[in-house]
């Protein structure tokens, strides 16, 4: 560590469409960084000891959101991501059982037909926004079939999601009414997920065989009430819908970016599945994730007080070539595997099984399908958020 440490980190200080030199300076000078509202790690044996050790929790966000938004601070306070034991490990055991790897590869075949239908719509246009016309609508598609949510409902379901992501601080910064959006979405998301569950009751317990169905059947087991119920499936929404956008779209930037990967993958499509991996690792769809130590702790020979913030910079730690040679490299054949772009330890992404099938089934595709997808001659925009890292709008050729 250098006697001389950097300046205190900042997000506005980043170059958002490649944050990765500046990671670099901090995790080889100051990689236990002190900032303004607490820590930051950049290095991947830091990042991984706290993901997977019991000395930091997650920490409750809704007491920060306005007292104006009860829809928002409701619902956000019945997602698992931030919640510890043991409720965390009671709704975890209802996903859990509710979100199986067989019903995720139950759906393959209808994800590939949603992707082959997205494909083709981008085919007829001949230059479009991928992540407007692919990327977005594709993981929105998934969850709707997972939730079972009826087709008709499908397009005021994505208007809901995409309101609801107002509630992240970089587009609440953009706009000054970002939070009464979410908050307004919140509400019409908790009313519908509400009368989906009486529904279901209603129909004698002959619950479909979906997500909600399966999780109504596990909840009469684990006693878990709705608040809980619907807070799940909203954050299953949330939480699917914005990272799939970016890994998919990100995924396809990092392959236009290394040419002779993308013509590996083209020629050998069955790499695919180490190659979402690598992807992940490359350019991770979430960059950071914040944590609260619960008791003194000393990492990088610095100490970090009990109640302190801890940020673990996920981008930062993906890139350490202590974890992973020559890092910044491309390399779909690398055994990625231990990125921590799907976290570690007990809040390992519940998710992370349907985003690797989405993202696989995604670019096979969008390669397959359209030979000659390229980068159209408009620069890609980024979203103004380091956390959900990802294009806003990225225009394509598809002939």
């Known amino acids: ?115 082959a239908s997205l494909v083709e719509e981008l085919r007829a246009a001949g230059t479009a926004d991928l992540v407007d016309r692919f990327a977005a609508p594709f993981p929105i598609l998934v969850i709707s079939e997972l939730l079972g949510v009826r087709a008709a409902d499908r397009p005021w379901f994505r208007a809901q999601a995409v309101d609801l992501q107002q509630a992240t601080s970089a587009r609440v910064a953009r706009r000054a009414d970002g939070f009464a959006v979410a908050d307004a979405a919140a509400r019409e998301l908790d009313a519908y997920f509400r009368a989906e569950l009486a529904r279901r009751r209603a129909a004698q317990h002959r619950y479909e065989a979906d997500l909600i169905g399966a999780m109504l059947r596990a909840q009469e087991q684990l006693a878990l009430g709705d608040d809980v119920l619907v807070g799940t499936c909203v954050h299953l929404l949330t939480a699917g819908h914005e990272t799939t956008t970016n890994l998919v779209a990100k995924g396809l930037l990092a392959l236009f970016a290394h040419p002779e990967q993308l013509a590996l993958l083209r020629a050998r499509p069955e790499l695919m599945p180490g190659a979402v991996e690598e992807l992940v690792r490359y350019d991770s769809p979430v960059q950071m994730i914040s944590r609260q130590a619960l008791a003194d702790d000393e990492i990088g020979g610095r100490t970090i007080a009990a109640g302190s913030k801890v940020t673990l910079v996920l981008g930062s730690a993906n890139r350490d070539p202590a974890g992973f040679p020559s890092p910044d490299r491309l390399d779909i054949r690398r055994d990625a595997r231990r990125h921590c772009g799907f976290g570690m330890g007990r809040h390992y992404c519940v998710g992370a099984p349907l985003a690797r099938v989405e993202a696989e089934t995604g670019l096979l595709e969008l390669l397959g399908g359209l030979p000659r997808l390229a980068l159209a001659d408009e620069p890609v925009t980024y979203a103004d958020d380091l956390v959900f890292h990802g294009p806003s709008r990225m225009v394509v050729r598809t002939g």
Request: a positive charge.
């Open 1 to 115: 560590m250098s006697d001389a440490p950097l300046p205190p980190f900042r997000a506005a200080d980043v170059h958002v469409p490649d944050p990765y030199p500046l990671y670099r300076r901090y995790r080889e000078q100051d990689p236990v960084h002190r900032a303004e509202d607490g820590w930051l790690l950049f290095r991947h044996d830091d990042v991984a000891r706290v993901l997977t050790g019991r000395g930091h929790g997650r920490g409750a966000p809704p007491s920060r959101l306005p007292r104006e938004c009860p829809h928002l601070r409701r619902t956000t306070a019945n997602w698992m991501v931030f919640m510890d034991p043991p409720e965390h490990t009671r709704v975890r055991a209802m996903v859990a059982k509710s979100f199986t790897p067989r019903i995720v590869e139950g759906l393959r075949p209808r994800i590939r037909q949603l992707a």
